[in-house]
């Protein structure tokens, strides 16, 4: 079956900019992490949504980062006004059990 | 917050060889996964081993949860082993349940 798709793989923006990314899961799954990879770096976490409840959004590092599930599947993270610091891999994983399944992320680069 | 420890933070390995790769935790551990993420960055689910031991191929895996520390273990290792193997774990139940917090890695390079 599919697996957790991102689009797109690859974000180049300038700085200032506000980028979208989005994140389809693996069908069912009821949970959705968004995690951020700096290079040469483990795993950050963002956000995480589950169900219906409210998201966690206790790994957003500032009020420039946003994320929304529409439907209980896909989900959409937005940066606003972009900074050279934001250049990361966005990752992002869903889940409906304990073992998460990542999709490829999103390379996003801020000039 | 959970502390996760990963040794060694290097391993270079000629095609063959075994290895030991350790994952230390500063919190019980509730929801302990291994990752293998490839080197075009992709992040494959190895195991979800909370306690006990468990098999898959090549690879194996043990969590001492007392001790607060889990083990894969490598046998025959090839050249697609290499890249980036992490823990990671979260503390148990309500919101922080999926919140997984990750290790630094272990680079792992396998010659042939």
């Known amino acids: 079956g599919a697996g957790v798709s991102q689009s797109p793989s690859n974000k180049v923006t300038e700085k200032g900019k506000d980028v979208e990314l989005r994140c389809d899961p693996i069908?069912?799954?009821?949970?959705l992490y968004w995690y951020r990879q700096s290079l040469g770096q483990g795993l950050e976490f963002l956000i995480y949504?589950?169900?219906?409840?409210?998201?966690?959004k206790s790994g957003l590092p500032s009020d420039r980062f946003s994320a929304e599930r529409t439907g209980g599947s896909v989900s959409t993270l937005t940066i606003q006004r972009t900074q050279q610091e934001d250049s990361a891999v966005y990752l992002c994983?869903?889940?409906?059990?304990?073992?998460?399944?990542f999709g490829p992320g999103t390379r996003l680069t801020v000039l | 917050g959970i502390q996760v420890e990963q040794s060694p933070p290097d391993l270079i390995l000629q095609e063959g060889a075994n290895s030991t790769l350790r994952c230390n935790f500063s919190?019980?551990?509730?929801?302990l996964q291994w990752f293998h993420q490839n080197p075009w960055g992709q992040l494959i689910n190895l195991f979800y081993?909370?306690?006990g031991t468990k098999q898959n191929g090549r690879l194996s895996a043990t969590t001492v949860a007392t001790e607060r520390y889990s083990l894969l273990y490598i046998s025959s290792s090839q050249t697609t082993d290499s890249g980036v193997y992490f823990c990671?774990?979260?503390?148990?139940?309500?919101?922080?349940?999926?919140?997984?917090?990750f290790g630094q890695g272990t680079i792992l390079t396998v010659h042939p």
């Open positions: 990671a774990d979260s503390h148990a139940g309500g919101t922080s349940y999926g919140k997984l917090t």
């Open positions: 081993i909370p306690s």
């Open positions: 994983a869903s889940s409906s059990s304990p073992g998460k399944y």
């Open positions: 069908s069912g799954h009821t949970a």
């Open positions: 949504f589950q169900g219906n409840s409210a998201p966690d």
């Open positions: 919190d019980s551990v509730n929801n």
